[in-house]
């Protein structure tokens, strides 16, 4: 299924089409791009033998499927995804090969030997597959190896969904439309990122990709995704959809979010997930809050890679520069960011249980005074974590509407997480962790609610299982997971089977990569509209298996701490908010209570 371009009327179109500084990788020996098993390992660009870009005007000079079609530059373009741009993508570096529409811009995987060095927790690919079928269908990929410094090595398993028929919810960047030999067509087509763990304490040399046996994996970027030994993460807001916003118009947002864990340093994340275009971050600040919108002192500026602004590509993370700021233990901050150009829709966490604020026009990312922030949001666009310096680590929190804080009082922080986070704070018996809330309320284990692209007014996020790399396995010195969730994939109509295999995954993946897993027993809800006698069903098979199965590092019974005992299928009546499926303030402190730090480390 290979598809190479190194006919001589390739080479020309190759030659009249390539940017400058790709020209001479271009022309290489083909000896170079050839399987590598044996050979000594050269960069992925030297590899390229595949022509994925094409402009409109020359659709014919890219035939990326075998079938005549390929990827439009322009919608690139619209994207960020510019030759030679450096993507973040779940916390990794990776640049978009630096190559003209047309040209060789991508490998397709045959056992070739590429060299990529470093040391971190992950390898990271920008991939698709492509399986010369008309439908597409077909996962591509298989066995790949990664050699070590030392002549140690590991194998792994590396696949790619399809470019046209793989999922929405995992996509890193979905392009509108795709460019085949008879013109334009409004079909969406995918890049995917996918990382790999491998051993921290070990230096890669070298990458070997899976041989061809079967749709063909493209490989576009290739890096080593380092660690963030020396952080810890403090605050986190995982996107849950990309719904109308404002329109915010030369305006600046300053939300409020509250810290777990401090540290004399900070850095602010800001996510773009699930858009389809750039977003332009004209100026940020940071600043401890007093109140309302009003900072204890002036706020301080923030910057990336040395510039006062930044514009995040379609699907891409951006991070700013480490700041010396001195972050006490849960306090409110005020992060500010200015918003140059009109946002009619926007990547954020829509159950923020918080009033934040938004200017009238204008830069008003320095003010002292309140008086410009006349507007206020329940939610939080863009902004996705604080990080602080030093401390041991975090302990991120995957669930639903419960974890989120749902019922819990506006503004008091006394969602379970933010409890936890004060009883480890409290402490010296186990390390003084950070707690990332990675909750989303009507979020499911197994199915998306939010499809992944596109503006929704459903904020349910996409599945766990599909966002799991980018929420949990991602977060800043992850040290344990901690799983609660699969009340709404039951209430849903969902099966204890399907649920069950979703939660496995959830701790096979975290395990690789070193993780922690506790999971906690789903609460009951009897008198909520959708929690039937058959759905309970469902949950009491699910919390057998948690209890008595060998998934998990440790187990908490947050079924047990909620549920009424004279009635274990609903909720006790001092810990119901009122609607039979969400606590209140006093459930919430129960369960944060309820736990043994000891399960939390090792």
């Not at 996107?239 to 509250?258: E, K, N, Y």
């Not at 004399?264 to 773009?272: E, L, M």
């Not at 009122?578 to 043994?596: E, K, R």
Request: aromatic share 6%; glycine share 10%.
């Amino acid at each position: 299924m290979r598809r190479r371009l190194w006919g001589s009327a390739a080479v020309l179109a190759l030659l009249a089409v390539a940017l400058p500084t790709a020209a001479a990788q271009a022309a290489a020996p083909a000896s170079s791009t050839g399987p590598a098993h044996g050979s000594r390992p050269v960069p992925l660009e030297r590899l390229f033998d595949n022509r994925a870009i094409s402009d409109p005007g020359r659709p014919d000079a890219a035939d990326f499927d075998g079938a005549g079609n390929s990827l439009p530059a322009e919608d690139l373009t619209a994207a960020g995804w510019t030759p030679g741009r450096r993507l973040t993508l779940e916390r990794a570096s990776l640049t978009w090969p630096r190559r003209a529409p047309g040209a060789p811009d991508n490998v397709v995987a045959d056992g070739q030997r590429v060299r990529v060095a470093g040391r971190g927790d992950a390898l990271a690919f920008l991939v698709a597959g492509t399986g010369g079928a008309a439908d597409g269908a077909g996962t591509a990929g298989g066995r790949a190896e990664v050699r070590y410094q030392d002549g140690s090595r590991d194998t792994f398993t590396l696949t790619a969904p399809d470019w046209r028929t793989g999922p929405l919810a995992t996509k890193a960047v979905a392009l509108p439309h795709i460019h085949t030999a008879s013109g334009t067509v409004a079909t969406p087509a995918k890049v995917y990122p996918v990382t790999v763990p491998v051993d921290r304490r070990r230096t890669v040399a070298s990458v070997v990709l899976p041989r061809d046996e079967g749709p063909d994996l493209h490989v576009f970027a290739v890096s080593v995704r380092q660690g963030t030994d020396g952080w810890t993460g403090s605050w986190e807001a995982v996107t849950s959809g990309q719904p109308v916003v404002g329109p915010f118009a030369d305006q600046t947002l300053r939300l409020v979010v509250h810290t777990t864990a401090g540290g004399p340093q900070v850095r602010i994340r800001f996510a773009n997930t699930f858009a389809s275009a750039p977003v332009r971050i004209g100026a940020a600040t940071v600043a401890l809050r007093a109140e309302g919108a009003t900072p204890r002192s002036a706020p301080v500026p923030l910057r990336f890679g040395g510039e006062p602004s930044t514009s995040i590509p379609a699907g891409a993370q951006a991070y700013s520069d480490p700041l010396r700021f001195d972050v006490p233990e849960q306090t409110d901050l005020l992060v500010s960011f200015h918003l140059p150009d009109t946002v009619t829709a926007a990547p954020l966490h829509s159950l923020a249980v918080q009033q934040s604020y938004v200017s009238g026009p204008g830069d008003h990312t320095r003010d002292i005074s309140p008086d410009a922030y006349g507007g206020t949001i329940t939610t939080w666009p863009l902004l996705a974590g604080v990080d602080v310096s030093g401390g041991p680590g975090s302990v991120v929190v995957l669930g639903d509407s419960i974890t989120d804080g749902e019922k819990s009082t506006v503004g008091a922080n006394h969602r379970w997480p933010d409890l936890l986070a004060a009883r480890l704070l409290q402490q010296h018996a186990v390390p003084r962790f950070g707690v990332l809330n990675a909750g989303i309320s009507a979020n499911k284990v197994v199915t998306d609610r939010y499809p992944g692209d596109g503006v929704s007014t459903d904020v349910g996020g996409v599945s766990s299982v599909h966002r799991l790399d980018r929420d949990v396995l991602a977060a800043t010195s992850a040290r344990t997971v901690l799983v609660f969730q699969g009340v709404n994939d039951v209430r849903w109509g969902g099966t204890a089977e399907d649920l069950v295999a979703g939660l496995h995954e959830i701790a096979d993946r975290s395990h690789a990569l070193g993780l922690r897993v506790v999971a906690a027993t789903i609460a009951p809800c009897e008198g909520e509209t959708l929690c039937t006698a058959a759905a309970d069903t469902q949950r009491t098979a699910v919390n057998t298996w948690i209890r008595t199965g060998d998934a998990f590092d440790a187990v908490l019974d947050f079924d047990r701490v909620l549920r009424d005992p004279d009635h274990p299928a609903r909720l006790s009546p001092a810990y119901d908010s009122g609607d039979h499926l969400h606590p209140g303030d006093t459930g919430y402190a129960a369960l944060a209570n309820s736990v043994d730090l000891h399960l939390l480390t090792r």
